[in-house]
């Protein structure tokens, strides 16, 4: 906005406005499940997990969007924050301006190698608790969450989709504070 640039500046800000909604629900989604499973197990060790999904099936089906989201895969939330500010860097790189010709391409390089890290992290943590055999008598026997923590969890994994999905139900809701903050609104970016 300082720059002259309010189009790339809304664009900026409504990634790191959607992002910050994103991770308060797939994070949220993502404690409810491990809560579920330290109840269901009274552990907290990874190592002693595994074949939850057949124990736990509503939880793992969750904790998975979660995963997913987190990951920012496509269709779920965690995308939809990632093509923004992902947009908003590339549309930054027409500014001839210092620094800012070393940092955006930095910056679009470092979000794709967490996007990457994400993934490899998310992988290992819903395939070493939820898959395989059971390798504590804690696993073999877990079960399902509660009613109402089931419901919660259902809740937020389908926020992570419907977020996902429906970006441009969303994203216009951003416009006034986008308009007040660097006077303009979201550009179009696809995403309809």
């Known amino acids: 906005a300082a720059l002259g640039r309010p ?8 990634a790191c406005l959607y992002h910050v909604l994103n991770h308060a629900v797939f994070k949220s989604l993502l404690f409810l499940g491990a809560g579920s499973v ?5 552990t907290t060790s990874l190592d002693q997990l595994g074949g939850l999904v057949r124990r736990m099936p509503v939880t793992a089906v ?3 969007v979660g ?11 965690g995308f939809v924050g990632e093509w923004l500010t992902f947009e908003s860097l590339i549309a930054g790189f027409g500014i ?24 490899v992290a998310a992988v290992k943590a819903f395939g070493v608790g939820f898959l395989a055999k059971p390798r504590s008598e804690a696993a073999a026997h877990a079960h399902d ?26 994203l216009p809701l951003l416009d006034p504070i986008l308009i007040r903050l660097v006077g303009a609104p979201l550009p179009s970016v696809g995403l309809g």
């Open 7 to 14: 189009a790339i500046a809304a664009l900026a800000l409504a």
């Open 38 to 42: 330290i109840h269901a197990t009274h």
């Open 62 to 64: 969750c904790f998975l």
């Open 67 to 77: 995963t997913m989201a987190l990951a920012a895969l496509p269709l779920l939330n």
């Open 96 to 119: 001839r301006t210092g620094l800012l010709n070393l940092w955006l391409p930095l910056a679009a390089c470092a979000l794709a190698l967490t996007g990457g890290l994400a993934l």
């Open 145 to 170: 969450a509660g009613a109402s923590m089931r419901v919660a969890m259902g809740a937020l994994a389908l926020g992570c989709l419907a977020l996902g999905v429906l970006p441009a139900r969303v």
